[in-house]
């Protein structure tokens, strides 16, 4: 019996028991004041009729505004919860501000005029709430993502929303990434933390809360970074938008689904409805422009070309005859020229072989700009010789991708300082290809059978 007992009780939301108590307490003080008020009324009171009216207005707001809607959403409909979201707006609370104001003047006054006009204003608020929720329902949408892109250079995405409904258009509908307000809003907020007494016995313990200044909301990797604005749809058509978003960073971009807000007809409230809709964005990192690594890029092309130089049909320079060199590659126009017997030199075009080498470090071995930019360099270096006559291959920490460039630019888009594979370097095998490596061991540190072959940038 004792472990049902506990069970049911580990089930009960508590927070709404609180909320629904709180509620039935503030509107049995709202009829008490009610009651005063006409009591007040009788005797011919004035000041008193008015305190205990507005009194009994204010609780009875406070309560409609603050429980109602949590265990409207706690208790009663998880599918309203589901479909709609609901935030006043400054336009709406003037607008309940003035509506109290004409209450309380109807109240004190019994004047059926105010009683008409107030009836008119609370119906124009239902008017409002039932015309955004015909605006939303049935509405359509498709976001169009491309698969990649790479950080800080603009992609097309493509919003579509569509209304199949045959005869009632759309109006003032918005598209969003679905945030949470609570959490994004700069200001202050309650944190529940606990009462102790005194602090070295810890005698009594107590749940107490703190006012304390709202932390910064965590960066989050969302597609839709601005929402997209459709002023009218006509029934059974479709309205599309194209943006440019810029991704600042590298990484995964997901996103399961988008909000679709509108403030018709008469902006009290902004009513939203959530899409499920599942999005992914992978954002290769950043490329450098050529200036930002051109004291790179001639070294190891240099160095590549004189590891490479062979017998090929690619020129690779004309030197002075030599007595192990065969007479088929005199070079007669330039020994006609110069008066001395010279020789081509060829590059080994069956040779030109390149492995891009990322050895990723541990974390906390580099810094976080210096590591971003090693993957940028890794990154811009693997697109600039996939354009050469260069067969090119890669290697990484923890890297079992294929030999595609696009399989090293997925693991350099969600790499990150990892110590799983700190002998990756000391195991790498020896090959013929020449190697460009970016790491941040020490100079000196790297092994033996790869200093003929290589070039080392450092991070």
């Known amino acids: 019996m004792g472990k049902y007992l506990k069970s049911a009780l580990a089930n009960v939301d508590r927070e709404a028991w609180q909320r629904f108590f709180l509620a039935v307490a503030g509107l049995g003080l709202a009829f008490m004041a009610a009651l005063f008020s006409s009591v007040a009324r009788e005797r011919g009171n004035v000041l008193a009729t008015a305190v205990f009216a507005t009194s009994a207005l204010l609780l009875a707001g406070i309560v409609a505004l603050l429980t109602v809607p949590f265990l409207a959403r706690r208790a009663a409909a998880e599918r309203m919860k589901d479909a709609f979201d609901y935030e006043l707006t400054r336009e709406g609370m003037a607008y309940l501000g003035l509506s109290l104001v004409i209450g309380v003047a109807a109240l004190n006054t019994a004047n059926n005029l105010l009683f008409i006009v107030l009836a008119a204003m609370l119906a124009a608020i239902l008017v409002s709430g039932v015309a955004s929720a015909m605006v939303l329902r049935g509405l359509e949408l498709d976001v169009n ?30 598209v969003f990434s679905p945030v949470d307000q609570k959490a994004t809003r700069p200001g202050w907020e309650w944190s529940k933390t606990e009462f102790v007494f005194p602090k070295n016995r810890h005698w009594l313990r107590l749940p107490d809360y703190t006012l304390r200044k709202k932390s910064p909301p965590p960066w989050q990797a969302r597609i839709l970074t601005r929402p997209v604005y459709f002023p009218f749809i006509p029934p059974r058509a479709t309205a599309t938008a194209d943006m440019e978003l810029a991704f600042p960073r590298r990484g995964l971009y997901t996103q399961d689904g988008f909000s679709l807000a509108t403030r018709f007809p008469f902006s009290f409230l902004i009513k939203s409805r959530k899409v499920r809709l599942d999005r992914e964005l992978l954002v290769y990192p950043a490329l450098l422009e050529q200036d930002d690594f051109l004291e790179v890029l001639p070294m190891i092309t240099g160095e590549f070309v004189s590891f490479v130089r062979g017998r090929g049909t690619e020129l690779y320079r004309i030197r002075e005859h030599t007595p192990q060199d065969s007479a088929r590659f005199v070079d007669w126009k330039a020994t006609a020229k110069t008066g001395e017997l010279k020789v081509r030199e060829f590059t080994r075009e069956d040779e030109r072989r390149l492995r891009l080498v990322f050895d990723n470090p541990e974390p906390g071995q580099v810094s976080l700009p210096a590591y971003e930019r090693a993957v940028s360099l890794a990154a811009s270096l693997a697109c600039h010789f996939s354009n050469e006559n260069v067969d090119l291959s890669y290697a990484g920490s ?7 460039l696009a399989d090293f630019l997925r693991y350099l888009a969600t790499v990150q300082p990892d110590r799983r594979d700190v002998t990756f370097l000391d195991a790498l095998p020896v090959s013929q290809d020449y190697n460009v490596i970016l790491t941040a061991r020490k100079p000196g540190s790297l092994p033996s059978a790869l200093w003929h072959s290589s070039y080392v940038i450092y991070m």
């Not at 923890?398 to 595609?404: E, I, K, V």
Request: charged share 15%.
């Open 145 to 174: 993502v491309p698969r990649n892109a790479f950080a800080a250079r603009p992609v097309q995405l493509r919003i579509s929303l569509a209304n199949p409904r045959l005869w009632m258009p759309a109006f003032s509908v918005k």
């Open 398 to 404: 923890c890297y079992d991708g294929g030999l595609h």
